[in-house]
């Protein structure tokens, strides 16, 4: 069974970065598209970026591009998100999973990012 483990967040101030990290066990990484999630309080868990098995194509929602970064260890059972330009709106609880359109692993226990100042 697939475990995820995901680490990196923090309090950080408006404008200032974070890299989240994702451990991944018990599966072949390689074989899988992966993506981050995150939950803010009161609204629905959002996919925020995907990344195909290989790495060579991602994809993110509009309110995030050009400030994220997600990428991929394969060799390591890796997978990142740099966060630039934090937004208070970037606060939430963030995830690591299989692209939902493949089919979802047990969720981990997430990483809460608190962009304040």
């Known amino acids: 069974q697939v475990q995820l483990v995901e680490s990196g967040g923090g309090l950080v101030q408006p404008g200032g970065s974070l890299r989240l990290s994702c451990s991944v066990s018990g599966g072949r990484l390689s074989s899988y598209a992966m993506g981050w999630y995150r939950q803010a309080p009161g609204k629905q868990r959002e996919l925020v970026a995907t990344i195909t098995p290989g790495g060579d194509s991602t994809n993110y929602i509009d309110s995030v591009k050009g400030r994220f970064t997600i990428s991929r260890d394969n060799a390591k059972n890796m997978v990142y998100l740099q966060m630039n330009s934090l937004k208070p709106e970037d606060t939430a609880v963030y995830y690591c999973?299989?692209?939902?359109?493949?089919?979802?692993?047990?969720w981990g226990q997430g990483t809460q990012v608190t962009v304040s100042s």
């Open positions: 999973n299989r692209d939902r359109k493949f089919g979802e692993f047990l």
